[in-house]
Structures are given as structure tokens and as C-alpha cells.
């Protein structure tokens, strides 16, 4: 269940739908920063409805030079309810 929650939430950042909820974030985030993209950094941690993980945002296959953490809950269909998002790293 964790990855799959993981994937999923990563792949929407991957892609601009601006029909989504989120469509218009995702797309200023593209704007902001072209070519580059979401991934997965270590490993995702859950516990219950709970979901933690560390992301990265760079251009494809080089070390991301923004870094952040975010913390999603989930409803008991399994779909994202909350998420609580901290960048750790961004350049100057």
C-alpha cells in the first residue's frame, strides 16, 4: 500500500492536468522549474493512515537540488485526505 500511495502522489506532481484539484499547483511548479521532476528519495515510512516520505526536484537522472518531506494521510478508500509538505533543502 505505501509505494502504491508514494507512486501515485509523485506522479501527479509529474503531470500538468489542469482539471485536477491540484492541476493548477502542479502546473506553477512546472513553470517554475521546466524539465525537471519529481522522485522518490530512500524509502517511504507508514504507519496506519499515515504515509512519510522525502522527495527530490531536478532534472532527470542528476542529483535534485531541491529537497522535501511530506507527510500524507489517506481515507479509508485509500485516497489522499491531508498532506503536511516541509521543503529541507532549496538553493539559495
Known amino acids: 500500500m505505501t509505494n502504491d500511495i508514494v507512486s501515485a502522489y509523485l506522479s501527479t506532481w509529474n503531470a500538468v492536468d489542469p482539471h485536477t484539484p491540484i492541476g493548477a499547483v502542479v502546473a506553477g511548479v512546472h513553470e517554475q522549474f521546466p524539465?525537471?521532476?519529481?522522485t522518490l528519495v530512500g524509502e517511504p515510512d507508514a504507519h496506519h493512515d499515515q504515509v512519510r516520505?522525502?522527495?527530490?526536484?531536478?532534472?532527470?537522472?542528476?542529483?535534485?537540488?531541491?529537497?522535501?518531506?511530506?507527510?500524507?494521510?489517506?481515507?479509508?478508500?485509500?485516497?489522499i485526505a491531508t498532506v503536511a509538505g516541509f521543503l529541507d533543502r532549496v538553493p539559495a
Open 35 to 38: 524539465g525537471f521532476e519529481f
Open 53 to 79: 516520505f522525502q522527495w527530490g526536484l531536478g532534472p532527470a537522472g542528476t542529483e535534485p537540488p531541491v529537497i522535501g518531506f511530506d507527510v500524507v494521510t489517506v481515507d479509508a478508500d485509500r485516497r
